[in-house]
């Protein structure tokens, strides 16, 4: 039996390939690098959801069909405001609002993965705002997805140059094979549950530091070294204590990311459109120093740069804080996970596998029967909000 379910094909999908060995990752079809950094997210959504690319008024009825579904219900919103009035992580925030998009609509598959496709940036730019001491912002409905939610966060329309950097790393990451989340959410969907129950879940899994949670890190690291000559010092130091390096190294690619590389152009481009290049040079040549040293000490290991070093550089590139590193990640993913519900409830079986027991057998139930009594109980029932 293998721990962790390592190198067991659970699902067959359309939706994304992952070959470790040769470094290429296959989106629907299409290698990611010929198209993320070109498509628009609303193609992407719609080669995803639908099996092909859209003709052109195709692309114009969905992208007004998100549109459409932009805006949050009220009780969302009051819950994203209680989240934000209490300091509740924005996963945590997140997690709380997907399930509230069902209120008042009856269950539909594809309408409910649309409608937490389009409702994603506003929750998380809501919240956001919240607990910034600010209102959420109008939204509009001219803006691309990827535009709106940047505006979201900040009430700014963004640049072109912006928006396409946003845009290239959502179609980057939406998907990638059957990871912690989506499998998540493919064994909610498999009991014929709905669509929103197993994206809640798939937040919930997202939340955990082992699946979403490198970028963060990985940015301190840069951060800490602060300086091109400190990098050496820095990082051997770091190796000297047993740490790993953030950003580096993956269970399945034995080569480059491949995303590490669409990321690292996307980056390039949006550092070179006239914003302060200094912390990507610095980023560059931590890459470098990084890379020569995991090798020195573990020359038959290939531990190479992985998304989320990129992840890192363009998401602060675009002035996001680490705190919104994985909502944004969500905010690309939950296409993914909307598909894999969609292709398991066409094609799946209930997921359900089995668990082989190690406790004790045969131990005997003795004592006499016991009831609730008071001693059980606190006697009051308190409330822990009034
Ligand atoms: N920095 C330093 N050493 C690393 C390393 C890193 N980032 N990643 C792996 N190694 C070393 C391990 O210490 C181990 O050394 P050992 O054999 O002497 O004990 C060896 O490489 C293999 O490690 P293992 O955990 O078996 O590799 P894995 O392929 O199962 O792990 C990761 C994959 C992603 C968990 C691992 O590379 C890692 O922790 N990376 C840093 C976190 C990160 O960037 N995560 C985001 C992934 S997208």
């Known amino acids: 039996m293998m721990q962790g379910l390592e190198g067991v094909v659970a699902a067959r999908t359309r939706l994304s390939h992952v070959d470790g060995e040769a470094g290429r990752l296959t989106l629907a079809g299409y290698a990611a690098e010929e198209l993320a950094p070109h498509a628009g997210f609303e193609e992407v959504a719609y080669l995803f959801l ?57 269950e539909n598959p594809l309408d409910d993965a649309i409608a937490a496709i389009a409702a994603f940036p506003a929750v998380v730019g809501a919240y956001w705002r919240f607990r910034h001491g600010e209102s959420p912002v109008p939204i509009r409905c001219d803006l691309p ?26 179609n980057t990451i939406c998907d990638h094979g059957l990871n912690a989340s989506t499998f998540a959410a493919r064994v909610i969907i498999s009991t014929q549950s709905d669509v929103l129950s197993a994206i809640t879940g798939a937040v919930g899994a997202l939340k955990g530091p082992l699946h979403g949670g490198a970028p963060g890190p990985a940015l301190q690291m840069v951060v800490e070294i602060g300086s091109p000559e400190r990098a050496e010092t820095v990082i051997r130091a770091k190796l000297d204590r047993g740490e790993r ?66 992840t890192a550089l363009l998401l602060h590139g675009l002035g996001l804080p680490p705190e919104l590193f994985t909502p944004t990640f969500a905010v690309g993913r939950v296409l993914g996970w909307s598909a894999h519900c969609l292709e398991q409830l066409r094609e799946g079986r209930l997921i359900r596998p089995q668990s082989t027991y190690i406790g004790p057998m045969e131990l005997h139930y003795d004592r006499a029967p016991v009831r609730f009594d008071r001693s059980d109980s606190t006697g009051v029932c308190v409330s822990r909000r009034s």
């Open 50 to 106: 639908h099996g092909r690319l859209p003709e052109p008024a195709e692309r114009t009825a969905f992208a007004r069909e998100l549109t459409g579904r932009r805006t949050l219900p009220r009780a969302a919103i009051e819950v994203l405001r209680e989240a934000a009035a209490v300091n509740a992580p924005p996963m945590d925030a997140l997690r709380m609002a997907v399930p509230i998009l069902s209120l008042g609509r009856a």
């Open 145 to 170: 997805h990827a535009a709106h939610y940047l505006h979201q966060l900040s009430g700014a329309e963004p640049s072109p140059e912006r928006s396409r950097a946003l845009e290239t790393y959502l």
């Open 245 to 310: 390096l953030m950003g580096f190294g993956h269970r399945i690619y034995k080569v480059r990311d491949p995303r590490a590389d669409i990321l690292a152009q996307a980056a390039e481009q949006f550092f070179s459109s006239g914003v302060d290049r200094r912390f990507y040079d610095l980023a560059r040549s931590v890459e470098a120093t990084a890379l020569r040293l995991l090798r020195a000490r573990k020359p038959d290991r290939r531990l190479d740069t992985n998304v989320e070093f990129y």
